[in-house]
């Protein structure tokens, strides 16, 4: 799995979990928090959503992982190739 | 009575499975345009359903609808209409004086029944299992949402009171402006069973789950054929206020509250009990200072059942004896059993008699069952009266309760 292939499943997680958000314009450096309205109960269900489509476990230390999609790519590339 | 005793309708926003909006419900009702239709139920296949079609993201964000639940989405929807129809805009409102009073039959089925199905889906992964769980299936979850939507910071919870729930609904939210605690009060029922198979199944298995080749058919209330209840969801949310208050700001008053009783059967989990629907609602009329005469329209709990039908039937005939002109009508014939939601649900389908003067009928009635023969029963054709001044609604459920809601025509 490349890298590109790993940002487009965190962004279709997203999509799905908050449907009125634009993921077109994000920037890949910056944390999503700042540039979307999403909660920590929204990083719950991209946790859940990793586990259930991708049989991806993060643990609760490792959500900090998560918090661009830079670092999203970096942290799941190994655990999804 | 002073006028800050009084307690006035001033609102409604419901959602039925044959209209989303009074005046569509109301049409539907005098035309007997069923709402009920085929739907897939999980395992069970297809079965005769109501289910509504109003536009869910009209008040609420896609996000927030796919954290809650389909009966919060019903209840922001109604809330959200019945604020809309009051002519309230929030201007000068406090809104900690604000409460939100939803009736329920019952409340996180759904959301269980689909956790479970995940999980099992997943090899039994209990990690699957939803944080949004509790949140959903909190019992105040419904009105809850409605606060969260709507900035309400005054009181809210649920009416856990089976299929009663919105009767009960209206009846806290009365009780809850005459004690002073709001000023402005959203109140009604709500129901998103038709969401859980459980419900189906469990009707089922009572041998009273309604079915017909014709959905539309499924519901027949009265009927000789009738063959058990259709599951619907719904939702009816009122804007109560005192009087004094919707005069102050000229509001379009649709009614005034003047008599309620709540009461226990106090005999069976689910068989009714004709004696105390009779006490119930003569406890209501007295309640209200009325004479049994005085009742111009009587709305039938009638949910298809062969026992149930002739229990009330036989509370009605018994009820109004001495009353030549009181007409009685039922409305699940056309919506089936809505649930928590059909109390009020209902109640909102006659609520233009007062203007119209007409008694909508009941539908799906091809041969009257003869232990089910009421005088003045209104089915499959409407029926003219000269005035309608005072409905009485009635609304019973399992565990033996059964709650009565009088409304009087308001002249200003």
């Not at chain 1, 109960?41 to 999609?69: C, G, N, T, W």
């Not at chain 2, 005999?267 to 209501?284: G, I, L, Y």
């Not at chain 2, 009181?326 to 409305?331: D, K, L, P, R, S």
């Amino acid at each position: 799995m490349t890298a590109q292939e790993v940002r487009q499943i965190v962004i279709d997680i997203i999509s799905d979990i908050a449907p009125d958000e634009d993921t077109s314009g994000l920037d890949d450096a910056k944390s999503l928090r700042e540039q979307m309205d999403l909660d920590s109960m929204d990083f719950l269900d991209i946790v859940m959503e990793l586990r259930k489509r991708h049989k991806v476990e993060v643990p609760q230390e490792d959500y900090p992982q998560l918090a661009s999609l830079n670092s999203c790519v970096a942290y799941l590339l190994p655990k999804l190739s | 009575m002073n006028d800050s005793q009084r307690i006035v309708i001033t609102g409604i926003g419901l959602t039925a499975p044959n209209g989303n909006n009074l005046s569509e419900f109301r049409s539907a009702l005098l035309e007997n345009k069923s709402g009920v239709r085929h739907a897939e139920i999980r395992y069970m296949g297809t079965q005769a359903a109501g289910l509504c079609e109003f536009d869910e993201f009209k008040y609420q964000s896609k996000k927030l609808r796919r954290r809650g639940t389909r009966a919060g989405s019903i209840s922001i929807y109604c809330a959200n209409e019945a604020l809309a129809d009051s002519g309230i805009n929030w201007e000068g409102v406090d809104k900690t004086r604000v409460g939100v009073y939803l009736g329920i039959t019952e409340h996180g089925n759904v959301e269980t029944e689909n956790e479970i199905f995940e999980m099992h889906q997943n090899n039994l992964d209990w990690k699957l299992w939803s944080p949004h769980h509790n949140p959903r299936t909190v019992a105040n979850s419904p009105a809850g949402e409605v606060t969260l939507n709507m900035g309400i910071t005054g009181p809210h919870y649920t009416l856990g009171s089976a299929c009663a729930g919105g009767n009960v609904g209206l009846i806290q939210g009365l009780q809850q402006l005459i004690l002073g605690e709001v000023d402005l009060a959203f109140a009604g029922g709500i129901s998103e069973s038709p969401q859980t198979f459980g419900i189906f199944a469990a009707f089922a298995a009572q041998g009273a789950l309604a079915h017909h080749a014709d959905p539309t058919l499924a519901s027949r209330p009265m009927d000789k054929k009738r063959n058990g209840i259709v599951i619907s969801e719904g939702g009816a949310i009122y804007t109560l206020e005192r009087l004094s208050d919707a005069k102050a700001r000229n509001a379009k008053i649709y009614g005034e509250i003047v008599g309620y009783a709540i009461n226990s059967d106090a005999s069976d989990f689910v068989n009714p009990n004709s004696t105390r629907q009779v006490e119930c609602m003569h406890k209501a009329i007295k309640r209200a200072g009325l004479e049994i005469r005085d009742i111009d329209i009587v709305n039938m709990h009638a949910t298809g059942t062969g026992a149930g039908d002739i229990s009330e039937s036989q509370a009605v005939r018994e009820a109004f004896a001495v009353s030549d002109k009181t007409y009685v009508n039922f409305t699940k014939g056309h919506i089936g059993h809505a649930m928590g939601a059909a109390g009020a649900l209902e109640l909102a389908g006659n609520l233009p008699s007062f203007d119209d003067n007409t008694v909508h009928p009941g539908m799906n009635v091809t041969e009257l069952d003869p232990d089910c023969a009421i005088r003045n029963l209104v089915y499959e054709k409407p029926v003219k009266l000269n005035e309608v001044k005072y409905i009485l609604n009635n609304s019973f459920g399992m565990l033996g309760i059964n709650s009565a809601v009088i409304v009087k025509k308001y002249i200003g």
